[in-house]
């Protein structure tokens, strides 16, 4: 991957990560250690399925539109299909926290967004 883009997922890791933190620390201050471990559980879900279609969408070098829309799709298929498995995952490990889980990982969707508002790459 080309330097522009390995500092701007770089940068988007760091930017999903903080608030994601903040909020995990609200957590524990008002619901306890465990709604603060799937606040962050949460958080890195978001994370991790973020960097997935990045790695996957934008990967390559060169590529042409139909080559960029098949990367596009292949990694909007795998995100679903990771968040159904983290999700399940997460629920699982954490019972009784999905609220919490899922206020991490909309947290991330959040700076995302913004992200992609903004132009910061």
């Known amino acids: 991957m080309e330097r522009k883009r390995l500092f701007f997922l770089r940068k988007m890791v760091v930017w999903q990560l903080v608030p994601t933190v ?3 620390t609200i957590f524990m201050m008002v619901s306890g250690k465990m709604a603060a471990i ?3 559980s949460g958080g890195l879900i978001g994370v991790a399925l973020n960097v997935l279609v990045f790695v996957v969408s934008l990967g390559g070098d060169e590529l042409t539109p139909e080559q960029s ?11 679903f299909m990771l968040a159904v ?12 926290q ?9 947290t991330t969707l959040i700076v995302y967004w913004v992200a992609l508002g903004k132009n910061w790459a």
């Open 98 to 106: 999905f609220l919490a889980i899922l206020t991490g990982f909309c």
């Open 69 to 79: 829309l098949k990367r596009m799709f292949r990694g909007a298929a795998l995100k």
């Open 38 to 40: 799937a606040c962050f």
């Open 22 to 24: 903040i909020v995990a």
């Open 85 to 96: 498995v983290l999700f399940g995952l997460a629920v699982y490990v954490l019972p009784h």
